[in-house]
Every structure is written in C-alpha cells, then in structure tokens.
C-alpha cells in the first residue's frame, strides 16, 4: 500500500498548491487494517496501540473498536488520549515519569502503571495511598530483561537486552518482586510484567523475545510463589521502509502467540505495536517546485520536507513515494523538467540533510507534478522539528472519518498553511 489509496490520490490531485504539502490519512483503509490485525489475534491477546506512532485524535478514534486500550507514555499523550478517546482503558509506562504526571494519571483512572524504576515504585506507592486510599492500582514492572545473544540483532531500535534507562536492571528483579508481594506496598497490585525490548523485528524473531520474556517472567513469578496474571510483550514489529510492500506476519504472529498462551492456560498476553498499525494509513503529499542536475546527478526540490516528515532523516532511509503527474502549468516560464533519470528527492531546508528520497526513477518529472510520500501515517508528523526555517505547516486531511473531530492541537496555522478536513 505503498501507492495512495484512490481516495488519496484524488484528494492529493484535486488540492489546489497553496494547501500543499498535506497529511492525508485514509481512515478506512486504517480500519481495514486494524480489523485485519485483529482478527490474527487469538484470545487472551490484548491489543493496545502505542499512541506515540501517531497520536492524531481521528486516529486514535478510528483505532477504538479495534483495540483493547492504549499505551501512553507522557502526561501530554495521558491527558490528550483520554480526551481523544474517553473511557478507554489506557496503560501508562515511559521513563522519567514526574509525580505530577503520575498523580494526573491516578486522577484520571488509569489502570495499569509500567514501571521503570525502583524510585518510581516507591514514587508511585506514596501517591497511590494519597489520591487512591481505598483502593489498588495495577502495576507491571518494566524489565530490561536478558535475551539470547543476537535475538535483537535484526532490529531497527533496541531499547533492552542491553544497558539501557529503560525499565528495571534484572538484577533487582528478585527484589522488586518481592516489595510487591511481601506488603511493603498495600496500595498497590501486582498485574504482570512488562518488557519492550525492541522495535523493527518481523514475526518469528518477535516471537522469539516474545517466548523469552514470558518464560523469565513466569520462572520470576514462581521464584516467589505469585501467579502472574498478564504479560505485556510490547510492540516492535516491523516496517520494511525499504520493502515497503512487505507486511509484518500477524498471521503467524498470532498462531505463535496461541502456541505460547497453550502452554500457559490462565495467561494474558498484551501487545503494543504503534508504527505498523498505523504507518501504512498516512501520507505526506507535495508539489515539485524545482528540479534541476548538481554534479552529474538530478535534484528535485518539493514544497516543505523533512521539518514535516522526519522518519527517513531520522532513520536513514528513503520515503517510498509515488510521482503524480500535473499537466497544468499556470506560469508564463518554462516548467523544469527532468526525463529518465534517478532523481533526489529534497525538501526547502537550508541542509543537506532535508532529503526525503534518493534515487528515485522518474520518467519525467517537472515542476508542478506531486509526490505522495507513503509509510507516514507513524513516527512522521509528530517526531518533526516543524518550526525550522519557518515554512507553513502542512494541512492534515482524515478521509473516512465519520463528521469533523473537534480538539485540533494543531491551530493555529502558519500563514500559507492549508485548514484540516
Ligand atoms: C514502551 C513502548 N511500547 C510500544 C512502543 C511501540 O513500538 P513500535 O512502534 O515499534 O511498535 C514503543 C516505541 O518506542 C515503546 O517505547
């Protein structure tokens, strides 16, 4: 689905160029998706979304029939999510969480609290008491637990298995649990054991981590005679940005998984995936606005660039993208043109780093044509240092989506900037 959908498509030609570049997210296309996802699933496999990959509100509604809850990792995420998608079960984890930020969420009902440190337990146990006296609020402690050598070596991010300030050393496992079970914390319960080790892995080295940190944790868990009733094994899996019509397995992801729960019959698994839930639903779409040769090779300049879309500086590759053609030329001067070549695809940035894609064949490409860049529904928008140089901000356009969603976070626009639909 690297294209754009139909609807995309006529979306991003019917834009008039004024109201370009523009994040066009086509929500039943994300539906369809998410339902497909889903339905991979086997029982006792809840599903929450990692609403860091893309917190958009129409996103997360559209998400909301398709997911148990959803991971947040900030006070800002826990405070727009809930207001996003009331009532929805919500797990917060991240490090370096503040006492106000832990406080809020206590407020706000929060179920499941993961926890990255010792400090943050006690933390946590403390204002518990204070703001829940009567009740008990649900932990997993994070654990940056071992894997076997080279288990995450195909990965695109590894945050565990290796030193890390994310969750807790393994070491101070045996003495973490025991504060949760010994009654050092009354006001807390212990639900489980969470472990994100890892982002980037395709289905079988997934459920490779998947099976080691069930199996830690439940030798954990007998150590000192608890049931564990739930163990969330994150997200992480992958999207090929370079084989972008590749999909992660869910299909045998989640026979792996219903193999894995067989053996532990009164277990509940959790995952988190962000990025390949939603990257393929987003597209960033642009105007030419210069094409010209530099030292044997074709440039092509597109309105906006990497302040909007920063995932392939971020992460070294190259967006997948798709050329429109435009026959209208409104000016009286000549349209640059550029034919049968391997062009770069820059943004309006002052540095060399604004570049989007490389190498891209272009049969013919002039000034005016459009580019949809795909794979940017996730950690595109969002992870972006939008105000460098200045440019207008990006319109945003939810196809698909039922009415207007209100609680834009995005307004007021930049001069130039295109309005959201
Ligand atoms: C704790 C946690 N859970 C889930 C995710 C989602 O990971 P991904 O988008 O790779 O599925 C992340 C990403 O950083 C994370 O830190």
Redesign the pocket.
Known sequence: MTDPTDAVRDRVLALPSGELPAYVYDLAALRAHAAAVRACLPERVELYY?A??NPEPEILAALSAYVDGY?V?SGGELAHVAEAVPGRPLAF??PGKTPAEIVAALDLGVERFHVESEYELRMLAELARQVRPGGRVGVLPRFNLPVAAGSLAGSSLA?GGRPSPFGLDPARADTVMGLLTDGTYPHLELKGVHA?LV??LRAPELLAVAESIVDWSVRLAERHGVHLAEVNV????TVDYAAPDERFDWAAYGTGLARLLARHSDLTLRI?????LTAYCGWYATEVLDVKPSHGEEFAVVRGGTHHLRTPATKGHDQPCTLLKVEDWPHPWDRPVVRGELVTLAGQLCTPKDVLARNVPASELRAGDRVAFGLAG?YAWNISHHDFLMHPRPGFHFLGAPGRVSGRHRVPQAPGGAPQT
């Open positions: 990692a860091k990959a991971e990792a984890g991240g945050m994100h982002s980037g994150g997200g992480g899996m988190e995936p962000g990025r390949a996730a």
